[in-house]
């Protein structure tokens, strides 16, 4: 049984007389505790996709199932972190945490179980150190880590995340996906990821979905990633099972489904 299901879902955007097809009869299940990406060329519709599972943008036809219950407005058990980092600004690092905390939890925790818990969640993500920084004062990467610390201090039942390292250096970008791995390891999270990173999708996924160009943009095929965990990039980068996996999702990109620029 999927905990996380997508149902056929359409999508149409209009504008004055003219409609477009977005999303065409996308069908998803992902089982509990799943990482999956969804990977495909600029504009074909994936966070559009994201989106609708946010509750953020409604589908046209279809719907999302989360553990039974279809939902169609967001909601704290689908945390999202986008690509730009949406932490307010006038907010501290802690502040920026306890105000998820104490929106979700107000009734369910004292305000020192809140504390802790906002505490626990910037140790998850090695943030406690710049709690009483604002963002302006800390990296593009903390600010990162920070959002992904908001997010699950929501508990989520689905962590949403939008191209969450697309705006950092490589570096940047290879430590925090490596935070992700171990906090999946940890926390068992079903995670759902957009990403446009070939490696980064094979290294973090158990499964990749690939999706067509749009318009009417659908899955066009998914690979299962049975790398074994944790995963080390390094000793990956040579592992024959990894490159096959790469190969085909390079393949599908640039092969069959290759990247034609809109009129
Ligand atoms: N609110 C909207 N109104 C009209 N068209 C939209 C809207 N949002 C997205 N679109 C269009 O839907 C298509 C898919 O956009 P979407 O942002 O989902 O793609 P994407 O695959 O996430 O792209 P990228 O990888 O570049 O972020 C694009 O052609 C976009 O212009």
């Known amino acids: 049984m999927s905990y996380l299901r997508i149902d056929h879902v359409d999508k149409v955007f209009t504008s004055g007389a003219r409609a477009t097809r977005v999303l065409e009869a996308v069908d998803l299940s992902v089982e509990k505790g799943r990482f999956v990406t969804i990977i495909g060329h600029s504009g074909c519709g994936k966070s559009t996709l994201l989106n609708i599972v946010a509750g953020l943008v409604s589908a046209s036809a279809g719907g999302v199932v989360l553990e039974n219950r279809q939902v169609?407005?967001?909601?704290?058990?689908?945390?999202?972190?986008?690509?730009?980092?949406?932490?307010l600004p006038w907010l501290t690092v802690y502040d920026n945490v306890r105000l998820a905390v104490d929106k979700v939890f107000s009734r369910k925790k004292s305000r020192a179980e809140r504390h802790d818990w906002t505490m626990r969640n910037l140790e998850l993500v090695q943030m406690t150190h710049a709690k009483d920084k604002r963002p302006s004062e800390i990296s593009g990467g903390m600010k990162q880590r920070v959002g992904i610390a908001r997010a699950l201090a929501m508990e989520p039942k689905v962590l949403l995340l939008d191209e969450p390292f697309g705006a950092l250096d490589a570096l940047t970008r290879a430590h925090l996906q490596d935070q992700v791995m171990a906090l999946h390891r940890t926390l068992g999270n079903t995670v759902m990821m957009i990403t446009h990173d070939v490696d980064e999708a094979v290294l973090l996924s158990d499964r990749i979905v690939m999706m067509t160009n749009g318009p009417c943009a659908t899955i066009g095929e998914t690979l299962d990633v049975a790398l074994p965990r944790p995963r080390d990039r390094v000793t990956l980068s040579t592992d024959p099972h990894y490159l096959e996996c790469r190969r085909r999702v390079l393949q599908f990109l640039y092969e069959r489904h290759h990247y034609v620029e809109a009129a």
């Not at 169609?72 to 932490?87: E, K, W, Y």
């Open 72 to 87: 169609d407005t967001p909601g704290p058990d689908r945390a999202v972190v986008f690509q730009n980092h949406s932490l």
